[in-house]
């Protein structure tokens, strides 16, 4: 049989569908990507207005982020109430994908639903009831209600990125541990969380990507003192459009990225390292 696939691949026929594969995946590349090439540019150039032809390259809207008030202040809310989001939806979303696995728990699909709901729930609505509830509370206008806000929205994310690091995770080796005398805190410490920690990881980086981001809650539930870098590029939007909203923007996506690859890099070194405990054993 294996020696037979190599020349199944290579008939013109599945050539083509091949070809046909990569151009589409180009072209969906291209689709999300040409958004972001248009206009992340704009932030090098010395021009007070968001058009082409750039004028002149300069990093004039980077000082402008590093010397303005407004968007210093921003720059730290945004990485308070991200650090905070992220922290809390990350022992939330994987607290509950531990409670959902295996569907041990009555009712887990309807209350898996119920946390996902975040994720298909307009912001608006979200916005509109945290307002009306924050008020009740006490909460309105505080770093801690806007906190608490994002991290409703990413504890869908991390939710799904867990579970689908637990589900890939042999319950044998679990089964194993236990059956050695290991006891339930020692199995969850030594097996489940190493095996789970990429799941983790990854969904702490999308939580706080979707907080970095957020905006229409923040909107509703945040003050004059809690604004984020998305609320101010929207603000700047509204009043004046400079290309320092494109200077922001990527910023936030270097930033981003940045946890992306510290992400893989984590990911990777913990693979190799459960690699190296299970050779040894």
């Known amino acids: 049989m294996s020696a037979t696939s190599p020349n199944l691949a290579a008939t ?7 070809a046909v594969r990569l151009a589409f995946a180009a ?17 090098f150039t010395d021009s007070v207005f968001l058009t082409y032809p750039i004028s002149g390259p300069s990093l004039r809207w980077f000082d402008t982020l590093a010397t303005s008030d407004a968007w210093k202040r921003s720059i ?34 309807v209350l898996r639903s119920i ?25 309105a206008s505080s770093y801690l209600g806007v906190i608490v806000a994002h991290a409703v929205l990413c ?30 805190t020692a199995v969850f410490r030594n097996v489940t969380l190493p095996l789970a920690m990429p799941g983790i990881l990854t969904g702490a980086v999308f939580a706080f990507a979707t907080s970095l981001d957020e905006v229409v809650i923040t909107l509703f539930v945040a003050g004059p003192n809690q604004t984020t870098m998305a609320r101010q590029m929207f603000a700047s939007l509204r009043e004046n459009i400079s290309p ?19 992400v893989k890099g984590a990911s990777l070194f913990q693979t ?8 040894r054993n």
């Open 12 to 18: 013109p026929g599945a050539l083509a569908f091949g």
């Open 27 to 43: 072209l969906v590349v291209a689709f999300l990507l040409l958004p972001l090439v248009a206009i992340l540019p704009l932030a």
């Open 76 to 109: 730290v809310n945004s990485l308070i109430i991200g650090s905070g989001a992220t922290l809390l939806s990350t022992v939330v979303g994987t607290l509950a994908a531990l409670g959902l696995r295996r569907e041990l728990v009555p009712f887990s699909g």
């Open 115 to 139: 946390f996902l709901l975040p994720m298909v729930v307009p912001a608006v609505v979200l916005g509109v009831g945290m307002q009306i509830l924050y008020a009740r509370m006490g909460l």
């Open 155 to 184: 504890v869908p994310f991390v939710l799904v990125n867990v579970s689908g690091s637990l589900a890939s995770i042999d319950p044998a080796l679990e089964k194993a541990a236990s059956s050695l005398g290991a006891p339930p």
């Open 244 to 262: 320092a909203i494109a200077a922001a923007a990527f910023v936030i996506i270097i930033l981003t990225f940045a946890l992306l690859l510290v």
């Open 272 to 279: 190799l390292r459960n690699r190296q405990k299970l050779e």
